[in-house]
């Protein structure tokens, strides 16, 4: 964090009834969440309604936020439980992941070779989305967030061999996905 | 990103160059969603303020009434007062809590936690265990006494109420968060 009031600072005041203050932390975390949003929900769009969501229970639990030292590992898990929540309620709606990831990247001179990629990009996207949410987020935080195991640990309060194990059979099963795509 | 000893498998250097095309990009939200944010939050604090204004403001007594329940408040503050003395009552020995059992019906569940006030919304929540494989899920917990809101987290990702709660508030999500109240200990 470079300068300005800590979490810690912005909770006692936005506790104390400074309540615009509160926007701190949302400029402060609402991007730094949305990559990680968005490859668990599979859409920037769903993203940016699991961030939402995960700011303003934060906003009304933060009397309860233990350490307001570690406000942001506390944010990240509602982050991760809200992403789950949302995945449970669309398996329930039987809706497909979306899977509009393709086509963001910036182009080069080469347009056969982006349009290669382009499509790996999109299969690799999708046998994402199917894998199981605990898998998915494991290869999610330390491919794409470059996590740490230890990290990961912190912040998902699980054991550092339950992730390697969780990575393990990630690899195993997307590579399985991806059997006839890689040559 | 740090290496790990099982990073340098091939099937893991093989799936390091896959997960390389994905896009790495930081994801900058629309404004909207702050936006949003902000006016959740603005009317979360007004209708904590409505709501304490219409409970000053609400006729509920009529003087007599008001009498006898002012009498009857500070029976029960003399009464109480003994078993909950000033203090941090999580330092205290443990006398200041009372053991609750939470039991949760969820044969087809592969999990059960609790999570409430009690343990900060804490997504992982306590875990329940079933005695006799029957579904039956249960806790013991030791909780302060006062009411708690909490709710039942199945297979580490839905959150359902407590169908046996006393009552239930709403979660401003659209769901509801079970309400407990926990009595103190008697004196003995």
């Known amino acids: ?183 | 990103m740090t290496l790990e000893p099982e990073d340098l498998s091939p099937e893991a250097e093989q799936l390091e160059r896959i997960m390389k095309t994905l896009d790495r990009r930081p994801v900058h939200l629309p404004s909207r969603v702050r936006s949003a944010v902000m006016a959740r939050v603005r009317a979360q604090q007004a209708s904590v303020w409505v709501r304490s204004w219409d409970w000053l403001a609400a006729p509920r007594l009529s003087p007599l009434a008001a009498g006898v329940a002012l009498a009857a408040s500070i029976a029960l503050l003399l009464l109480i007062r003994p078993e909950v003395p000033t203090g941090t009552p999580t330092e205290a020995t443990g006398s200041l809590t009372v053991p609750v059992r939470l039991v949760f019906l969820a044969p087809q569940a592969r999990s059960v936690a609790v999570t409430g006030d009690f343990a900060s919304w804490d997504p992982t929540g306590i875990p329940l265990a079933q005695s006799q494989g029957d579904g039956m899920w249960s806790v013991e917990i030791e909780l302060p006494p006062g009411l708690h809101h909490y709710v039942f987290i199945v297979n580490g990702t839905e959150w359902r109420p407590d169908p046996n709660a006393a009552s239930r508030v709403d979660d401003g999500f659209g769901q509801q968060n079970s309400v407990l109240l926990v009595p103190g200990r008697r004196a003995s």
């Open chain 1, 1 to 183: 964090m470079n300068g300005g009031p800590s979490d810690a600072e912005v909770i006692a005041r936005v506790l104390g009834g400074d309540t615009e203050l509160f926007g701190i932390l949302v400029d402060r975390y609402q991007d730094e969440f949305a990559r990680y949003a968005k490859y668990m929900t599979g859409s920037e769009d769903d993203a940016a309604d699991v961030i939402q969501d995960s700011l303003v229970r934060a906003y009304r639990s933060l009397r309860r936020c233990g350490d307001p030292e570690s406000f942001k590992g506390w944010l990240f898990r509602i982050v991760s439980n809200q992403c789950k929540t949302h995945l449970a309620r669309r398996r329930r709606r039987r809706l497909e992941p979306l899977a509009d990831e393709a086509e963001e990247v910036p182009s080069s001179a080469d347009p056969a070779a982006d349009a290669e990629g382009a499509d790996l990009r999109r299969k690799v996207h999708q046998a994402l989305q199917e894998l199981p949410t605990d898998q998915r987020e494991a290869l999610v935080l330390k491919y794409v967030e470059e996590l740490s195991l230890p990290e990961m640990a912190r912040l998902l309060s699980a054991s550092v061999s339950a992730l390697k194990m969780r990575l393990l059979r990630g690899r195993r099963e997307l590579l399985a996905k991806l059997q006839g795509v890689l040559t």
